[in-house]
């Protein structure tokens, strides 16, 4: 129909109908230019980054750590390139699909995959999330195959930390992991990135920031799966400081193979006397290091902090024991020092002694009859030692055994050391309801019972102590560190304390510790031809007698066998090597000093260009397992051999 034959009123409405079309034809232009103008123009720059996102990718490169070394620079701890499986989340659209299928070609935990990916849930998108640590050849082949099912699912080579075999210095190296929130939060992780690992114990943690290096990158383009396809640029990782241990890896072993062989847990610390570098450190029973640089699973994670035996306890640095027999030097050269009693001076010990309406047995039935400082150490009376400490008073007591390292920290490079306690009036006064010291409670402090307690490094510091005459050093690991250019010698830290010592009253000490080891004392079994080994063996209590029959009744799990000591030092008038060897439920001192036998043998070998000796066997060591103290009820026994 042509329009002119439209009535006025139908034009009309079609040339309204049709300006409308006009102008929203115009209307729609319009806004399609404002909106090109916007996307193109106004926001240029934040489209051409998305855009540029979707084909490019920084992937992170992270840092080797710097390697550890033993005092002669044989390698302890470096590093391994191993296979990580990581989750880029922008790359695909259904994360829970992704996961599930990756869990079934991997055979890992679903359930556990995505705990992971929900703990990260608040990083950037873009970030990659490493699900599978130390991925298996198989593992990284099964994605490979399935690459197109698997979205966002990228396998990275990266460098990861390599331990000795099995648990050899666990607790010294400690070991690496995830960065945690806590740890984000303080000012020496600033900078670190979610999902770096850094030290989380040893000398991991304390020196993370010199080991860890510096995180590199690379740009990649990347097709439409996410998928790399050639590198733009790269920036290289910078590789953490090297650190040169003052550890000694023979007698480091010596140490580990001993207490394999003995089956006693425990610790051990063996320092230079002269600048208080450690030799060698364990602490019994240990972890493997590795299945944390692997990471580590929940399982096993969860059966280590659920084993009774604790062995992610460092028994070195954070049990606090009562020390014995040991602490009976202390308070001998305080009796000297204090000139409460002479060299000369003699007790007679019958067996036992009351002090206060209570009687105290000595160690050995029948007494040791008169004896005098030197044969007191000797064959560790205690008698003489209840006497000595009586006329002292625990205030005096607490003065030089807290002079000679004892009852305060050690100070040591390691983190998250306990202090122990020598007690005092004022102790007694500030952290207990009843205030007031008795004058009988010093009686069993004098033979290192009651309330003192001590950890093995303190216990390492108070035999140097002693050896070199009164310098309280400063244990510590590191001996040189590279700056970049070398490993640069790191001088020792300064003694926290010297005391001045009278040389002759030091000598009658010396002189009973030589006894102990070389004469008729307790702690023959370290004797070591030649070398003038001084030491002193002591037998603590778990458990009082009267309360042990007791306990085990009612819990027969629970281990309340004596703990065995044995402080050392060698040789007598030069010490070059001191420490403690403490065995945990080991029933005697003399079995500690069969431990520490192996130790200096070792060490004196390898000091004399002699071949290293050969750990005994268990039975060639002849520990003793009497437990002559298992029984109820009875006075109060003395310290022990």
């Given at each position: 129909?042509?329009?002119?034959?439209?009535?006025?009123?139908?034009?009309?409405?079609?040339?309204?109908?049709?300006?409308?079309?006009?102008?929203?034809?115009?209307?729609?232009?319009?806004?399609?230019?404002?909106?090109?103008?916007?996307?193109?123009?106004?926001?240029?720059?934040?489209?051409?980054?998305?855009?540029?996102?979707n084909r490019l990718r920084k992937l992170p490169l992270p840092a080797p750590r710097g390697v550890l070394l033993d005092r002669d620079g044989k390698i302890l701890v470096e590093n391994q390139n191993t296979m990580n499986i990581a989750l880029v989340r922008e790359q695909t659209k259904n994360v829970g699909d992704v996961l599930r299928l990756l869990a079934a070609a991997t055979g890992e935990s679903e359930a556990q995959l995505r705990e992971t990916?929900?703990?990260?849930?608040?990083?950037?998108?873009?970030?990659?999330?490493?699900?599978?640590?130390?991925?298996?050849?198989?593992?990284?082949?099964?994605?490979?195959?399935?690459?197109?099912?698997?979205?966002?699912?990228?396998?990275?080579?990266?460098?990861?930390?390599?331990?000795?075999?099995?648990?050899?210095?666990?607790?010294?190296?400690?070991?690496?992991?995830?960065?945690?929130?806590?740890?984000?939060?303080?000012?020496?992780?600033?900078?670190?990135e979610p999902g770096t690992l850094v030290g989380q114990a040893g000398v991991e943690l304390a020196y993370n920031k010199n080991l860890m290096g510096t995180e590199g990158n690379k740009m990649v383009v990347v097709n439409s799966v996410g998928r790399e396809i050639r590198e733009l640029s790269k920036l290289d990782p910078t590789v953490g400081r090297s650190m040169q241990l003052t550890i000694d890896s023979d007698v480091q072993k010596s140490i580990e193979d001993i207490f394999a062989a003995s089956g006693f847990n425990g610790a051990s610390v063996v320092v230079d006397p002269r600048d208080g570098g450690v030799l060698g450190f364990t602490s019994r029973p240990a972890y493997d290091p590795n299945v944390f640089a692997a990471g580590i699973d929940r399982a096993t994670w969860a059966s280590l902090n659920g084993d009774s035996l604790k062995p992610l306890q460092n028994r070195a640095l954070q049990g606090k024991y009562s020390p014995g027999s040991c602490f009976k030097p202390a308070?001998?050269?305080?009796?000297?020092?204090?000139?409460?009693?002479?060299?000369?001076?003699?007790?007679?010990?019958?067996?036992?002694a009351t002090f206060y309406?209570?009687?105290?047995?000595?160690?050995?039935?029948?007494?040791?009859?008169?004896?005098?400082?030197?044969?007191?150490?000797?064959?560790?009376?205690?008698?003489?030692?209840?006497?000595?400490?009586?006329?002292?008073?625990?205030?005096?007591?607490n003065k030089w055994a807290t002079l000679f390292g004892l009852g305060v920290k050690s100070n040591i490079d390691l983190p998250n050391e306990l202090v122990g306690l020598v007690p005092s009036t004022q102790w007694k006064a500030e952290h207990t309801k009843e205030k007031k010291w008795f004058a009988g409670e010093t009686i069993s402090v004098s033979i290192g019972q009651g309330q003192v307690a001590v950890t093995p490094v303190s216990m390492a510091v108070y035999a140097a102590t002693l050896a070199n005459g009164g310098t309280r050093i400063?244990?510590?690991?590191?001996?040189?560190?590279?700056?970049?250019?070398?490993?640069?010698?790191?001088?020792?830290?300064?003694?926290?304390s010297t005391v001045d010592v009278t040389p002759e009253k030091l000598e009658a000490i010396r002189?009973?510790?030589?006894?102990?080891?070389?004469?008729?004392?307790?702690?023959?079994?370290?004797?070591?031809?030649?070398?003038?080994?001084?030491?002193?063996?002591?037998?603590?209590?778990?458990?009082?007698?009267?309360?042990?029959?007791?306990?085990?009744?009612?819990?027969?799990?629970?281990?309340?066998?004596?703990?065995?000591?044995?402080?050392?030092?060698?040789?007598?008038?030069?010490?070059?090597?001191?420490?403690?060897?403490?065995?945990?439920?080991?029933?005697?001192?003399?079995?500690?000093?069969?431990?520490?036998?192996?130790?200096?043998?070792?060490?004196?070998?390898?000091?004399?260009?002699?071949?290293?000796?050969?750990?005994?066997?268990?039975?060639?060591?002849?520990?003793d397992y009497k437990d002559p103290y298992a029984r109820a009820g009875g006075a109060p026994v003395g310290g022990g051999q």
């Open positions: 129909m042509s329009t002119t034959n439209l009535m006025p009123d139908d034009r009309r409405s079609l040339t309204i109908r049709l300006s409308v079309i006009q102008y929203l034809t115009a209307l729609v232009f319009a806004a399609l230019a404002v909106g090109f103008w916007i996307f193109q123009i106004a926001q240029h720059e934040k489209f051409l980054e998305t855009a540029e996102n990916v929900n703990r990260r849930s608040r990083e950037p998108t873009y970030h990659p999330i490493v699900l599978l640590e130390n991925a298996t050849q198989e593992q990284v082949i099964a994605v490979w195959a399935r690459r197109l099912e698997l979205p966002g699912i990228i396998y990275q080579e990266v460098p990861s930390r390599r331990y000795p075999a099995s648990d050899m210095a666990a607790h010294v190296f400690g070991y690496v992991g995830e960065v945690n929130d806590a740890q984000l939060q303080r000012p020496e992780y600033q900078g670190v308070v001998g050269l305080a009796g000297l020092e204090e000139g409460v009693i002479t060299p000369s001076f003699q007790v007679h010990c019958s067996g036992g309406g209570r009687y105290f047995k000595c160690w050995k039935k029948g007494g040791h009859g008169a004896v005098n400082l030197k044969t007191a150490i000797e064959q560790s009376c205690d008698v003489f030692f209840y006497t000595v400490g009586n006329m002292l008073g625990v205030d005096r007591i400063t244990p510590h690991l590191v001996k040189a560190m590279d700056d970049g250019t070398g490993l640069k010698p790191v001088p020792p830290p300064p003694p926290q002189q009973g510790m030589w006894g102990v080891v070389n004469g008729a004392g307790t702690g023959g079994r370290a004797r070591i031809e030649g070398h003038d080994v001084c030491g002193k063996t002591g037998t603590a209590q778990v458990i009082s007698n009267q309360n042990r029959a007791l306990a085990q009744s009612r819990n027969k799990t629970v281990d309340y066998r004596d703990n065995g000591w044995f402080i050392f030092f060698a040789p007598r008038d030069k010490p070059e090597v001191a420490g403690v060897v403490f065995l945990e439920h080991g029933l005697h001192g003399p079995n500690a000093a069969s431990l520490a036998h192996h130790i200096l043998a070792t060490y004196f070998a390898k000091k004399d260009g002699k071949p290293l000796p050969k750990p005994p066997t268990h039975e060639e060591m002849r520990l």
